[in-house]
């Protein structure tokens, strides 16, 4: 079973409410009120909770099925519950509460302008800390210990977050229909839940606690489930020498916000009844998530290309784990999109619509996973506190689309329609990074950007690599616009972007009379990826793998500091296709038969 799902659930207990009145005052519509949100939470992640066993052919019988049935292990790990701790208490359930004031204004300034203008104002509120891990021996918490605060932030209006907000339309005098449309303002995403729980759940109290062996002699291979080898008990909150797992939220974290801005233009054109649009949308990062470890240890020097080296945790507390996190916020990060389309409204049976749109994004951390250390751990960087913005994960830099829809009634007023949805974009970004723990930081191996070397690199040494594989590794660089562009840097976070996709659906329907009057049947069959199914090599989604990463080379330090030493046995990793993972596969054509009655 995945060591990820032993046990693993999500309640939630919700109620929402709404206070509202509006006040007609002339020219204006001035409306005010609160909305209430309350939501108990528990999220159950009791990983390994059941245990793992690995196995390997440890006698090179050929296969490893021996060794199976034996229970000869190579590697047993599991987690347990602190003595008194429960299940539910692992789950950090916890109750999130917000109140949010309002007072907006609509204007109608005159016949062709309007405004709506206003602010909301959401307080975020817990129903109690998270639990507290205290050295017995100086009554303060380890975590203040070692860092000056305690780690029990509780949300509360210190966390509050003041939106203002702006927009109008404009309806301009014309022929032709136009108008200008357009606004500004300050949004706060939905809360996080998963990540505010991780305090409630990861912080050496209600914490499961990790073992490892390699002796099946010892720790017997069990099939019970429910009935582990191994410890089975530990002091709840003792963390002395241990490497407590701890999870906290900075005392001044805000909720996700961002500051938006948009601006638009739609018109009627002159031609062929078409319509005209182009908009620009703007949103920049005022509270994003970012996270940080404080526990890494302290740098001991540089590596050849300047980032900092660490010691596999030289100068960490020894009472925290190095992968402890702390949840804080970054302005950094900004996304904008031009989109240019033209639409054409149906006639004689046809209608359609195109759009190009530009668009550049960049974050510091994407957020992509719950576990909080996970979100710290799974993206490319250079030093691995560093608060950086660089190309999100999911920037795509160019996205065109159209549509064309046909309808007929060939068969009295049953329509037939055939239609068809084009997408085109650049692949995801990604980032080429060194497949091995190259600075000692004890982060995930293939997280470091890699140093791309130039030819005769004065900081970069191959080993027991031949001429020929030397040659080989810097031909395989030029063949790469990237690479060879940016000889003699490390490679910027997601900075190089898959393969192109090209995706066109079609769909046909087909209207049938149905039992009594105007009722009808409506057959349809959709073809997605309908490229693919022309050509089984047409309409591929290629990507870097789960992580947004390709593997350049594993690299070392050299015995004088001075170089990297590159291992190049192996050639730089290869794009993957998305049919290596059966739930995204959307590099193969799919078809789909329905059928539904309308009356």
Same mark, same amino acid.
């Given at each position: 079973e995945d060591w +990820?799902? $032993?046990?693993?659930?999500?309640?939630?207990?919700?109620?929402?409410?709404?206070?509202?009145a509006r006040w007609h005052l002339g020219d204006h519509v001035i409306k005010g009120?609160?909305?209430?949100?309350? %939501? &108990?939470?528990?999220? #159950?992640?009791?990983?390994?909770? $059941?245990?793992?066993?690995?196995? +390997?052919?440890k006698n090179n019988s050929g296969s490893p099925v021996d060794e199976i049935l034996a229970g000869d292990y190579g590697v047993y790990k599991k987690t347990y519950l602190p003595t008194g701790v429960s299940i539910d208490a692992v789950s950090g359930t916890w109750k999130y509460t917000q109140i949010s004031?309002?007072? &907006?204004?609509?204007?109608?300034?005159?016949?062709?302008?309007?405004?709506? +203008?206003?602010?909301?104002?959401?307080?975020?509120? =817990?129903?109690?800390?998270?639990?507290?891990?205290?050295n017995a021996a100086t009554g303060v918490s380890y975590w203040q210990e070692a860092f000056g605060y305690a780690p029990n932030t509780k949300l509360g209006s210190k966390n509050k977050v003041i939106e203002p907000r702006l927009s109008f339309n404009y309806q301009f005098d014309n022929k032709l229909k136009a108008q200008l449309r357009g606004g500004a303002g300050l949004f706060?995403?939905?809360?996080?839940?998963?990540?505010?729980?991780?305090?409630?759940?990861?912080?050496?109290?209600?914490?499961?606690v990790g073992y490892r062996s390699n002796d099946p002699a010892a720790n017997p291979f069990s099939k019970d489930p429910y009935n582990q080898p191994g410890p089975t008990s530990a002091t709840a909150g003792n963390c002395t020498n241990l490497g407590c797992s701890i999870d906290t939220l900075s005392p001044n974290f805000k909720l996700p916000t961002a500051l938006k801005i948009s601006l638009g233009y739609d018109t009627e054109l002159p031609w062929w009844g078409l319509k005209g649009s182009v908009e620009n949308i703007m949103i920049h990062a005022r509270n994003a998530i970012a996270y940080q470890q404080p526990n890494l240890g302290n740098p001991v020097g540089t590596m050849p290309d300047g980032r900092l080296r660490y010691l596999n945790g030289s100068g960490a507390n020894p009472n925290i784990s190095t992968g402890a996190t702390v949840l804080t916020n970054t302005d950094k990060g900004i996304s904008n999109a031009l989109t240019f389309s033209l639409s054409k409204e149906a006639k004689e049976g046809l209608s359609g619509a195109v759009s190009v749109?530009?668009? $550049?994004?960049?974050?510091?951390?994407?957020?992509?996973?719950? &576990?909080a250390n996970s979100n710290f751990n799974y993206y490319a960087r250079v030093n691995p506190n560093d608060l950086v913005s660089a190309n999100s994960r999911f920037n795509v830099p160019l996205t065109l689309k159209a549509t064309l829809s046909w309808e007929r009634m060939y068969f009295g007023n049953n329509r037939t329609t055939l239609s068809v949805y084009y997408s085109g974009r650049n692949g995801l970004p990604y980032s080429w990074v060194f497949g091995n723990d190259v600075n000692g930081d004890r982060?995930?191996?293939? #997280?470091?950007? =890699? +140093?791309?070397p130039q030819v005769n690199d004065p900081l970069v040494s191959y080993g027991s690599a031949t001429q020929a594989q030397i040659d080989a590794f810097h031909a395989y660089i030029d063949n790469d616009l990237y690479l060879r562009s940016h000889r003699g840097q490390i490679a910027g976070r997601n900075a190089s972007n898959s393969p192109w996709v090209n995706n066109l659906d079609v769909g046909v329907r087909q209207e049938v009379p149905g039992f009594v009057g105007k009722d009808k049947f409506v057959i349809g069959l959709d073809i997605y990826?309908?490229?693919?199914?022309? %050509?089984?090599?047409?309409? &591929?989604?290629n990507n870097a793998g789960f992580f947004g990463t390709r593997t350049l080379a594993n690299a070392s330090r050299s015995t004088d500091g001075t170089k990297y030493v590159y291992d190049i046995s192996r050639a730089p990793s290869a794009y993957t296709l998305y049919d290596a993972n059966v739930?995204?596969?959307?590099?193969?054509?799919?078809?789909?038969?329905?059928m539904k009655y309308q009356f």
């Open positions: +990820y799902r $032993h046990e693993n659930a999500i309640r939630s207990k919700r109620i929402n409410g709404t206070f509202s009120g609160f909305d209430y949100l309350s %939501n &108990q939470v528990a999220n #159950t992640f009791g990983l390994g909770l $059941h245990g793992s066993y690995g196995f +390997y052919d004031p309002f007072l &907006q204004d609509t204007w109608q300034v005159n016949r062709k302008l309007s405004l709506n +203008y206003g602010v909301r104002i959401n307080i975020p509120g =817990a129903d109690r800390a998270p639990p507290v891990a205290i706060q995403t939905v809360p996080p839940y998963v990540w505010l729980t991780n305090p409630y759940s990861n912080n050496g109290v209600t914490s499961v749109t530009l668009a $550049h994004a960049s974050d510091v951390n994407a957020g992509s996973a719950s &576990q982060l995930p191996s293939g #997280t470091d950007l =890699a +140093y791309i990826n309908f490229l693919n199914l022309l %050509n089984k090599n047409w309409g &591929q989604t739930s995204r596969a959307v590099s193969r054509w799919q078809m789909m038969l329905t």
